[in-house]
């Protein structure tokens, strides 16, 4: 059944800079990062569309393996929306299509220009900047769910359209073969996330999609990072990950701190950490971008997982 939205949640879709998605790895447990959706979404048609690289294979494998995702609509900094809405979008994603050149001009090159300005081009650029541009691929969510809190920071009473939400709080999971226990400092990983003004946490829930929630920080110590969030943190132990992260307008100077590990009873024990951080000076965003995807695609094509 397509799931259909009102106006204002279709004005968060159109006008957030970013969103929080969230997908499963194979042990169960939830990996958050920050994507780019650009606006792109069909609301006769019940899904919306984020783009990411080839360069990324492990995460696109990993949506192939499962593709339940969520993607949290969380901010409204230097994008189009207004209002107070965290909105949540639980979904299924499609295969994702081969890079299409043509797509990515018709289609993602105006919805990224609206966010980000527009493209540069001349000879240096065109040549540098073109396996950024060409190795974008669409991934498309068929939405079974949306969940709309009141506020950003996920408080007051959540509105559901389409499927309902699991009746039932998800269960315990088994614990890692190495331990739930801290793998990094907690008070160094808290301190790093304390300095970002978008903090989010995200596990599987009862009916196996990922959720993500806003958090926000209340300590560390040795034992972990203790975290709170309106929306409540599920009971008993269990995989997740954190996502902290910071951006200016046109998305340069992007901030991200990501961490996968073990929350129990509202404590976060870090187990994994990768952070990213671009310049705020556009020109030299866009010869990291260029840098980065070339040896991206590059490695993608070695594991198989573009074509040439």
Request: with cysteine.
């Amino acid at each position: 059944m397509t799931v259909s939205w009102p106006d204002e949640v279709d004005a968060v879709f159109g006008g957030d800079m970013t969103a929080a998605l969230a997908y499963l790895t194979p042990a169960g447990g939830a990996v958050t990062t920050a994507v780019a959706p650009v606006g792109l979404r069909d609301r006769d048609g019940g899904t919306v569309t984020f783009t990411t690289s080839l360069g990324f294979g492990k995460k696109l494998k990993r949506i192939e393996r499962d593709p339940r995702v969520a993607l949290a609509y969380h901010a409204r900094d230097h994008g189009f929306a207004s209002g107070d809405s965290y909105v949540l979008v639980q979904g299924r994603c499609r295969p994702v299509p081969p890079a299409d050149p043509g797509w990515n001009e018709r289609v993602l090159g105006p919805a990224s220009a609206r966010f980000m300005g527009p493209p540069r081009h001349g000879p240096f650029w065109d040549r540098w900047l073109k396996e950024y541009y060409a190795d974008r691929v669409p991934v498309t969510v068929d939405v079974e769910r949306v969940v709309v809190w009141p506020a950003l920071d996920c408080s007051g009473d959540p509105v559901v359209l389409g499927a309902d939400r699991p009746a039932q709080a998800p269960a315990p999971q088994s614990a890692p073969k190495k331990g739930t226990a801290p793998r990094l400092d907690s008070r160094k990983a808290a301190a790093k996330l304390a300095s970002m003004p978008h903090l989010l946490v995200s596990w599987r829930e009862a009916d196996g999609f990922p959720v993500v929630v806003s958090a926000r920080l209340e300590g560390a110590g040795a034992g972990g990072v203790r975290l709170g969030s309106e929306a409540g943190l599920p009971r008993g132990g269990r995989r997740a990950g954190l996502l902290g992260h910071s951006y200016e307008a046109k998305l340069v100077g992007l901030r991200s701190r990501q961490h996968t590990g073990w929350l129990e009873d509202g404590v976060f024990s870090p187990h994994t950490a990768s952070a990213f951080r671009a310049p705020s000076n556009k020109t030299l965003l866009l010869l990291g971008n260029g840098l980065l995807a070339k040896r991206g695609l590059r490695r993608a094509r070695r594991e198989g997982s573009a074509s040439p």
